[in-house]
T-cell receptor, first 112, second 112 residues
Framework: KAGVTQTPRYLIKTRGQQVTLSCSPISGHRSVSWYQQTPGQGLQFLFEYFSETQRNKGNFPGRFSGRQFSNSRSEMNVSTLELGDSALYLC???????????FGQGTRLTVV | DQQVKQNSPSLSVQEGRISILNCDYTNSMFDYFLWYKKYPAEGPTFLISISSIKDKNEDGRFTVFLNKSAKHLSLHIVPSQPGDSAVYFCAASASTGNQFYFGTGTSLTVIP
């Protein structure tokens, strides 16, 4: 059974640009969550989707957005990139909300 | 506001001995707790979970203890192995909520 797949693995962008990250959950998983991890920080919750609906959003500016498709795949978008957006972005999928989440390897975003 | 705290950023243990990783939480609504292990450049891997109806859960060398009155949980690894060297995150959620809250992680080093 394939795990959670995140693409791309690494990304370098310039300040002011926008970026889209992709996440394919484990087959049969309908809940997808996104987290940001920066050095010295835990995983900061971005948002959670279930059945194409955003159920919850963390304390991040509106530049961070996401969506989920009918096949449960999810994308997150960050517009007007800032240097502080440099982080590891992790996607996790679970069968349903509030059950064990399985993480992808993450996308390492560097903003220069 | 950090609702889940791991107050020890790092821990070193001799191979074969017990590793004890601690986690405290503030939200009394949390009723489901998980531990994840993370190697560099990889996503977190689910280790073990516990619900608030239990005070202990075992899986091989890993045991999680929950003390609800103290709002404290701990992960015991016995015996510790060099391959256990990683960053360990605890996470908590409330069945009425839509997200997991993560601690900032404890870096465990098992010395051969």
């Amino acid at each position: 059974k394939a795990g959670v797949t995140q693409t791309p693995r690494y990304l370098i962008k310039t300040r002011g640009q926008q970026v889209t990250l992709s996440c394919s959950p484990i087959s049969g998983h309908r809940s997808v969550s996104w987290y940001q991890q920066t050095p010295g920080q835990g995983l900061q919750f971005l948002f959670e989707y279930f059945s194409e609906t955003q159920r919850n959003k963390g304390n991040f500016p509106g530049r961070f957005s996401g969506r989920q498709f009918s096949n449960s795949r999810s994308e997150m978008n960050v517009s007007t990139l800032e240097l502080g957006d440099s982080a590891l972005y992790l996607c996790a999928s679970s069968i349903a909300p509030n059950t064990e989440a399985f993480f992808g390897q993450g996308t390492r975003l560097t903003v220069v | 506001d950090q609702q889940v705290k791991q107050n020890s950023p790092s821990l070193s243990v001799q191979e074969g001995r017990i590793s004890i990783l601690n986690c405290d939480y503030t939200n009394s609504m949390f009723d489901y707790f998980l531990w994840y292990k993370k190697y560099p450049a990889e996503g977190p891997t689910f280790l073990i979970s516990i619900s608030s109806i239990k005070d202990k859960n075992e899986d091989g060398r890993f045991t999680v203890f929950l003390n609800k009155s103290a709002k404290h949980l701990s992960l015991h690894i016995v015996p510790s192995q060099p391959g256990d060297s990683a960053v360990y995150f605890c996470a908590a959620s409330a069945s009425t909520g839509n997200q997991f809250y993560f601690g900032t992680g404890t870096s465990l080093t098992v010395i051969p």
